[in-house]
């Protein structure tokens, strides 16, 4: 079974100051992670992705994240905040491409 | 090119009656994708299809729920008798089948209102 956990339902950074959002996941298989922001009353878009090669992936906005397998983890950063990064954030996890897990989401908010 | 389409956005649906909720994929895309979002929760998956095909429905809470995709492009879910624990998010996501990519482009989802 696989699933994502979200350590922090709420984040708050300051403009210009590191964003670091946790995600940690288990499978039983080596799994392909994603990173997906939401603004509100729209649909998730994808910030980046890790299926296989280098462990350290960069996306859009600014934003990258780590594959590390001895920690489970591939936690997003970003190393200076903008006012308009303030969204909620969704780590997911599929092994099969058919069925994606995702976490409960991290909502970060940017303080000006 | 169009992105992931829905209709309606919205629906508010009196508990016992049946909705149908439309996804208008991207194009050329063989995967689709139904997903449900309760309110702060993260998206929990429904059913898959491969072009007509559904491969996968065992994320369909109840038997209330049913998905079809006919001829391998736009997707109806359908929910019979609604209760209120139905009122969520309703998300579509569409993909090419590409090896390596699994990469969903996500609808702006359709929020269904159980009264």
């Known amino acids: 079974a696989q699933s994502v956990t979200q350590l922090g339902s709420h984040v708050s950074v300051s403009e210009g100051a590191l964003v670091l959002l946790r995600c940690n996941y288990s499978s039983s298989v080596p799994p392909y992670l994603f990173w997906y922001v939401q603004y509100p009353n729209q649909g998730l878009q994808l910030l980046l992705k890790?299926?296989?090669?280098?462990?350290l992936v960069k996306g859009i906005n600014g934003f990258e994240a780590e594959f590390k397998k001895s920690e489970t983890s591939f936690h997003l950063t970003k190393p200076s905040a903008h006012m308009s990064d303030a969204a909620e954030y969704f780590c997911?996890?599929?092994?099969?491409?058919?069925?994606?897990?995702f976490g409960t989401g991290t909502s970060l908010t940017v303080i000006p | 090119g169009a992105g992931v389409s829905q209709s309606p956005r919205y629906k508010v649906a009196k508990r016992g009656q049946d909705v149908a909720l439309r996804c208008d994929p991207i194009s050329g895309h063989v995967s689709l994708f139904w997903y449900q979002q309760a309110l702060g929760q993260g998206p929990e998956f429904l059913t898959y299809?491969?072009?007509?095909?559904?491969?996968?429905k065992s994320g369909l809470p109840s038997d209330r729920f049913f998905a079809e995709r006919p001829e391998g492009s736009v997707s109806t879910l359908k929910i019979q008798r609604t209760q209120q624990e139905d009122s969520a998010v309703y998300l579509c996501?569409?993909?090419?089948?590409?090896?390596?990519?699994?990469?969903?482009?996500f609808g702006p989802g359709t929020r269904l209102t159980v009264t």
């Open positions: 299809f491969q072009n007509e095909a559904q491969l996968d």
């Open positions: 996501a569409s993909s090419l089948t590409s090896s390596n990519s699994y990469e969903q482009y």
């Open positions: 890790y299926t296989t090669g280098a462990t």
């Open positions: 997911a996890v599929t092994n099969t491409g058919n069925q994606f897990y």
